[in-house]
Structures are given as C-alpha cells and as structure tokens.
C-alpha cells in the first residue's frame, strides 16, 4: 500500500524514497512497477515509491517535480537515499545497487540501451540518479526554472561541482537500463544532441532550487503500489 515496502524477516540496511516525475505516461508507469518493486525487494531495501504529477497542459517540469517530491517525501521519514528515477528506465542488473554513495552524488544511469551503453557525453546525470538528503540540500536541490527544455541535467551536474562535490558513476556494466518504447529506426534518423543550456548557473544555483520553491499541493494518496503527490 503506498508504494512502502520493508523486508518482513530483517532489518533493512537502508532506506531509500524512489521519486519519479510524471504526467501521462500510464503504460511507462506499469511496466516500471511491474518490474521495480521485486527488483528493489530482492535487495531488501526498506523503500517508498512517490509518483509526482504535474496538472493541466504546460511544459513538463520535471526539475521542479522532483524537488516538490523530495520536500513531500522528507515529511514520511528520515531517507537515507533519494533516487530521481525516470518513468521509461528499467535496471537490468540486480547489483545495481539502490543506495547512497556517502560521500557524493551518484549516477545510477551510466550504460542506457539508446545510447548503445555509454554515456552520450562526459557530463551527463540523467536518467536516474541517487543523492542523500544532506548532498540535496547542499547543492540546492534542482533548479525550478527548466520547462520543457531538457537541459535541466547539466545544470544539476553544474550545481553538485559548484556546490564542492563531485559526480560519481555507477560502474557501466551494473549501470545498465533499458529504456522503454525506444526507437531505433528513428534514432539512427535523428541522433540524440545535448540540449543547449540558456541558464547562467553560475549565477543562479543558490536562489533556484529548494530555497526558492513554490507550488501547490492538489492531493496526495496512497495508491496499491505507489503514494501519488499531485501538484499544480
């Protein structure tokens, strides 16, 4: 219920809050279900899952989503681990860890399928990724201003150097995700770019971010396999 597991025989080691911005992807959202929960049961994780969903018919945001879903998530329990999950991954190896690095920000998502398993460029922290509270907070969180552009991702692995840290990876042969409903045809048609950045971070890092966050909370509830949090 709630998307809240914790192994009934141990105690789990850690906890981890799994938050994924969304907004109409119903057939994603199945097949991420369907296949995260006995992933992350099998390592005995004590976790939540918390869908953040976006209203009405503007640009995503998916940036702010997921600070919105931090600040929900933070008010349930003391987390060990945030991970920032897309809704069209799924981990293809069980050693992939859903934990924490102590000392840094980690990227989960070093070997996708659409980017024939390397990274489509060296700064690149999308797709999912892990931060404790304490590296969140440090940097800011996510910038609040990234609508619809997709650029929101260098900005976040920007933000974590600003802040004295550093990105680390997890190993490309345990980091290894399947995106869903990828095509290649139209790939190879069109190959993927970095979005450009309009957005000096430098400069705007700390006043956008969680300091500076502002939405409105329209429900929250608990679902069979997942605690939805709607916002506007």
């Known amino acids: 219920p709630g998307g809240h597991y914790k192994p009934p025989h141990c105690f789990a080691r850690y906890k981890s809050a799994i938050l994924v911005a969304y907004r109409n992807q119903e057939k994603h959202l199945r097949h991420l279900l369907y296949y995260i929960h006995p992933f992350l049961q099998r390592q005995q994780l004590s976790y939540t899952i918390y869908l953040i969903q976006q209203v009405g018919t503007g640009s995503f ?3 702010k989503l997921l600070n919105i879903g931090v600040r929900e998530a933070m ?3 003391e987390w060990d681990c945030l991970v920032l999950h897309d809704v069209d991954l ?3 190896n069980d050693y992939n860890l ?3 690095d102590e000392y840094y920000p980690k990227h989960m998502a070093s070997a ?3 980017f024939q398993y390397t990274l489509p460029y060296k700064s690149f922290f999308g797709g999912v990724s892990a931060l404790t509270p304490e590296h969140y907070m440090k940097m ?3 910038p609040n201003t990234y609508w619809g552009d997709g650029g929101e991702n260098d900005d976040i692995a920007t933000r974590v150097h600003l802040a004295g840290m550093k990105i680390v990876r997890t190993s490309p042969h345990l980091g290894r995700y399947r995106v869903m409903d990828y095509n ?3 790939e190879i048609q069109e190959p993927w770019r970095r979005p450009p950045s309009h957005h000096n971070t430098r400069k705007t890092w700390k006043a956008d971010g969680m300091n500076t966050l502002q939405f409105r909370l329209l429900s929250r509830t608990k679902h069979p ?3 939805k949090i709607t916002v506007d």
Do not use: S
């Open 112 to 114: 996708m399928d659409k």
């Open 75 to 77: 008010k349930d329990e």
């Open 98 to 100: 859903y934990i924490c």
């Open 90 to 92: 799924v981990p293809e």
């Open 225 to 227: 396999l997942y605690t």
């Open 140 to 142: 800011n969180g996510f």
């Open 61 to 63: 945001n998916r940036a």
């Open 184 to 186: 290649e045809e139209t």
